[in-house]
């Protein structure tokens, strides 16, 4: 269904907005999964501003879903940061707790 996809991948008809289309994709389910939630946007703001054409829709569909595309990445950004300073704090306790029990040994 995207670049990423194999050209190998089965063919899938979905339809989106009230057309059918062939997609290629790896896994099935994933891939209806994705048409699904387009055409859910498409009917979300359609329905919100139904005298636009469809292209219109599309487009809007499109920022928004990039804009929750682009929020999810940088929440993952912001984990993913997050998760490297307590591994480096852990990471440091563990030294010096290393570091404190060669001390105390006797030599």
Same mark, same amino acid.
Request: aromatic residues 2%; charged residues 30%; contains cysteine.
């Given at each position: 269904?995207?670049?990423?996809?194999?050209?190998?991948?089965?063919?899938i008809?979905v339809?989106?907005?009230? &057309? =059918?289309?062939?997609?290629?994709?790896?896994?099935?389910? !994933?891939?209806?999964?994705?048409a699904? /939630?387009?055409?859910a946007?498409l009917?979300?703001?359609?329905?919100?501003?139904?005298?636009?054409?469809?292209?219109?829709?599309?487009?809007?569909?499109?920022?928004?879903? &990039? =804009?929750?595309?682009?929020?999810?990445?940088e929440?993952? !950004?912001?984990?993913?940061?997050?998760? /490297?300073?307590?591994?480096?704090?852990?990471?440091?306790?563990?030294?010096?707790?290393?570091?404190?029990?060669?001390?105390?040994?006797?030599?």
């Amino acid at each position: 269904m995207t670049t990423k996809a194999k050209m190998n991948g089965k063919s899938i008809k979905v339809k989106i907005f009230g &057309s =059918e289309y062939p997609l290629k994709g790896e896994d099935e389910s !994933q891939t209806k999964k994705i048409a699904s /939630h387009v055409d859910a946007m498409l009917g979300k703001i359609h329905e919100k501003i139904p005298e636009q054409p469809p292209l219109t829709v599309a487009v809007l569909a499109a920022l928004n879903i &990039s =804009e929750d595309l682009m929020r999810e990445r940088e929440n993952q !950004q912001q984990v993913s940061e997050h998760l /490297h300073s307590e591994l480096t704090k852990l990471s440091n306790y563990l030294d010096n707790c290393l570091d404190d029990s060669a001390e105390s040994e006797p030599s």
